[in-house]
C-alpha cells in the first residue's frame, strides 16, 4: 500500500502541490517507454527550490525508477526504486543558519531500505577580508534495513571549509574536512576526508595547481551471520600545470599519486558462527599526461604521452595469488590541416601497450596487449548545399600470455574501416548518406588453434531523405541497411567459410507538420515503418532414428506497423514527447536440406515450421515541465 501511494503522489499529487509554494524554481520530468515485447520502464522525478520567505528555503529531489516484466510469474517490478531528499534552511540570524536533511532510499532488487534524519547547525562569519570560512555540525538518527535485518542508530559529524583568495595576484588556495559516523549496531558506518588546494595562475602564460586529499571510509554489512567491515585509507596528491611557450603553442601536464589501503575484516554475530578469515591489500597507483597543443587559423596538432600504473600486494598468504602489477603506457599524435576554405584533411594516431604482471607461480594471467590505431579524414565542401567525408581506419591489436598454460588464447587481430559519406541539400529537396565498410581479422598464434580464426566483415548505409511541401509540411524516408557476415578464416590463403550472416533493413516513411501557436509550437509526425532480419546458418534437422541432416537455415523476423508521434513546446519551456508504434511481429524459419550429416545444434520439423505472429505496441511518452513562480513579497 505505501508504494502505492508512494508511486501516486510522485505521478500526480507532486505537482498539484508546487503551484502553491511561492517563489520556485522546480522542475518535474517523466519517462515512460516500452524497451522490450515484455518489459517496461516507468520513472519521474520533482526537483526544485522554493524560498518560503526571507529566512526558509526548501530543497527537495524525488524521484522513481520502475521496470517491469510480463512474463514474470511473480515479483514481476524487477527494479523498483524510491529517492527522496529534502532540505529545509533556516537562516535564524545573520551568518548563522539551522537546516534539517531528509534522506530516503529504496532499492528492491538489493532488498535494501535506508533513510535519516538530521539536524545542521552552519556558521559562516567573515573574519578577515581574503578569507572566507563556514562550518557546521549536525546529528541525527539513521535507519538501515538489509538482509532481512534493520539496524536504527544515532548519526553525527561536522564539516570545516577555509578558503583564501586574492583575486590581484590570481593566487587562491582552500581546504575542506568532512567528519560523519553513524552507529547502527551492531554496525558502525564512518567516513573522513580531509582536502586542500593550492592554485596559481602567472600572467596569461602559466598556471599551476597543487591538490591532496585523504579518504577514510568505514562501511559495515551482513555476510551471513557475520558483520563484513571494509576499511578504505587513501592518500592522493595531484599536480596540474600549464604552459604557454607561444601563442600558438601551448605545454600541459596532469598528474596524480595515491595509495589506497583495504582491509576486509569480519566479526561473527554468535558464538557458533565460523569467522571468516582477514584480508587486506595495499596499492599503487600513478598516472601522468603529458599534452603539447598546436593551434593557428589553418593548422591544429597535439602530441600526448601518457602513463599508468597500478600494483597490488596483498598482507596474507592465502591472498598472494591475487597480487597485481599493471601498468600501459600510451601516446598519441593529430593532425588537421585545412588547406583551403573548403577542404581539410586530418589524421589521429594512438597507441598503447598494457603489461600485466601476476608475481605469484600459481596465477597464469601475465599478458602483454598492443593496440594501435591511426585514422584519417577528409572533408570537402564542394558547393554550400554539397558537403563529402571520406574516412579510413586502420587498427591492429595482438593479445599475448606469458605463460606457456594460457598460450593456447594468443591471438593477433586486424581491423580495416572505409567511410564515405555525403550531405546534398539542393533547395526543397535534402539527401543524407553515410556508409561504413568494416573488414576485421583475428588470426590465433599457435597451429593447433587455427580453426578458431575468424573473418567479420559488417557493411551499414544510411540514407536520409527529405522534401519540404512548404514551410510546415514535409515528407522524410528513411533506409537503414545492416549486414554482419562472420566466416572461418584461412589465414595463409586468405580465405574464408561463411558460418553466420545477419542482414537487416529498415524503410520508413512519414510526413511531418509543423504548427506555431501563440502559447506552444507542435511537431505532428505520421508515417509507416517496416523492419526485417534475416539471419542465414547451418544447423541439423533431426528426425526420429535418423542421423541429423545438414539444413541451410534461414531466421526471419519482421516488424512493422504505423507510428505517430507528437512533440510540443511552450513558451515557458515545457516540452511533450508522445510516439507509438503498432508492430506487428511476424517471425518465421526457411530452410534448405543439404542430404550429408551433421553434428551440432539441431531442429524438429515442427520447430522449423513455427510460425508466430502478434501485435505489439511500442510507445515512448516524456515530459519535462518546468515549474517557476514568482509569488513572495507581493
Known sequence: MSRLFAFFFLLFLAPAIKAAIPDSTAVYEMKAVRIGINTFTFRNFLAGTDSLNKTNQLRYYLGQDHTYNSTLPESRFTREDYFANLNHSWNFRQNWWLEEHVLYQHNRASQTETGSF??????????????????????????DARSQRTDTGPEYGGTLLAGWSQPADLESASGTILFSRANLSPRTFQRLIADARYDKQFSSFAAIGLRSEYRQNRTEDYTGNNVQRIQSDTLALYFTGTYNITNALVFRSSNRLALPERTFSYRPLTEKTAAIPDSRYDQFELETLQEMLYQTQKLRGNLQFGYRERNRRYATSKDLLKDLLQNTTSWGAGLTWLFTEKHSISTQNQGELLRVNTPSEDNNEDRDEVFYESRLQFTSRWRPNFRTNFGLVGAYKQYVFIKAAQSAENYTERSLFYEPGFVWAPSKFSWDAQMQLQANYQVRSLLSEQLKNRANRTFNQTHLFRYDLSKTLALQLEYYRRENRLGLLNWERFSESPLDTTISNTLALFAKKYVAGKKIHSSFRGGYRYFEQRIRSK????????????IYLHQVTRQHGPEVSYEGRTQKNMRIYASLWMQRLHTFKTYREAGIPYLGSTFTPEELAANQKNWYPYFDVSVHWPLRFSRYGR
Open 118 to 143: 538530521t539536524e545542521h547547525v552552519r556558521f559562516s562569519p567573515q573574519l578577515l577580508p581574503d578569507w572566507q570560512l563556514q562550518t557546521s555540525v549536525f546529528a541525527g538518527i539513521r535507519r
Open 539 to 550: 544447423a541439423g534437422l533431426s528426425l526420429p532414428g535418423e542421423t541429423p541432416e545438414l
